[in-house]
């Protein structure tokens, strides 16, 4: 993964010096765009947990689609997550880790864990996750999966951490 992006300003909005957090424009729309050229909308609130989409927002304010480097598999499991997250940028994962991320999470965060463990399934799927909530900066996501992954590496032996990891 590259960690370029381009931003495309067009917009149906009439110009204003407001940013995408103002209250006016938190409920408008921003497109995000996957590699492969596939559309996801989302409300500029839900988009705003990303810091890369979020600059991008407050450095155009005409700005309404975004082109990431970000594979449409992965960018449908991000979108997910900014929907429920519904803008919130809290962290729900608790340290240590406990055995499980039903256990590793605070109650409020339920559904993040039943979340990454589903994502989890399919490892290359999670590391996909790892590297894009990387590169669009969405720190709640990635220490979410990050955590999955110190999860699944506890208690095992160097060499099945290294399978596990595919380290030849």
Not at 29 to 36: A, R
Not at 63 to 73: A, D, M, Q
Not at 109 to 127: C, T
Request: proline share 2%; hydrophobic share 30%.
């Amino acid at each position: 993964m590259s960690s370029t992006s381009s931003t495309s300003s067009t917009s149906s909005t009439s110009s204003t010096s407001s940013t995408s957090l103002d209250e006016d424009s938190s409920f408008s729309q921003i497109v995000l765009k996957s590699i492969s050229g596939e559309t996801f909308i989302l409300s500029r609130r839900d988009c705003c947990i990303s810091d890369l989409v979020k600059t991008a927002v407050d450095g155009d304010s005409q700005c309404s689609e975004i082109r990431l480097n970000v594979k449409k598999e992965t960018l449908e499991l991000i979108v997910e997550y900014m929907k429920k997250k519904e803008g919130e940028t809290s962290v729900c994962v608790l340290k240590p880790l406990k055995s499980s991320m039903n256990d590793s999470c605070l109650p409020s965060g339920k559904w993040e864990a039943e979340f990454i463990d589903r994502v989890y399934l399919n490892k290359e799927r999670l590391h996909d996750l790892v590297l894009a909530s990387n590169y669009m900066s969405i720190n709640p996501l990635l220490q979410l999966s990050c955590a999955r992954v110190a999860l699944g590496l506890k208690g095992k032996s160097k060499t099945q951490m290294e399978q596990e990891l595919r380290i030849l």
